[in-house]
């Protein structure tokens, strides 16, 4: 059974920076191609990025030259540098195996104000 754990949240004024980790336990073949989530209050859970097995990304529009998602392989651990942040960033963000969904993590908290 692969946990994922999400952290590096926390409360930041717009135009700040944070940097996420996911830290996956179990097999790393459960962990190939993963993907960050978020999910604003009153929202749905929404793709933010994704990142395969050998490191190549795609954004969606709003994380595009704002957001890196990046891998420790060695590590098993998935990361989302975000900067530029703006109230909408608003929400908890999760990460999970785009392919085949594992149990979601609790998340981290993301707060966006002044």
């Known amino acids: 059974q692969v946990q994922l754990v999400e952290s590096g949240g926390g409360l930041v004024q717009p135009g700040g920076s944070l940097r996420l980790s996911c830290a996956a336990s179990g097999r790393s073949s459960s962990i190939n191609v993963m993907a960050w989530y978020r999910q604003a209050p009153g929202k749905q859970r929404e793709l933010v990025a994704i990142?395969?097995?050998?490191?190549?990304?795609t954004y969606v529009d709003f994380a595009k030259g704002r957001f890196t998602i990046s891998r420790d392989n060695a590590k098993n651990t998935v990361y989302l540098q975000m900067s530029s942040l703006k109230a909408e960033d608003t929400a908890v963000y999760y990460c999970n195996n785009l392919i085949k969904s594992l149990s979601w993590g609790q998340g981290t908290q993301v707060t966006v104000s002044s």
């Open positions: 990142i395969s097995s050998g490191g190549g990304t």
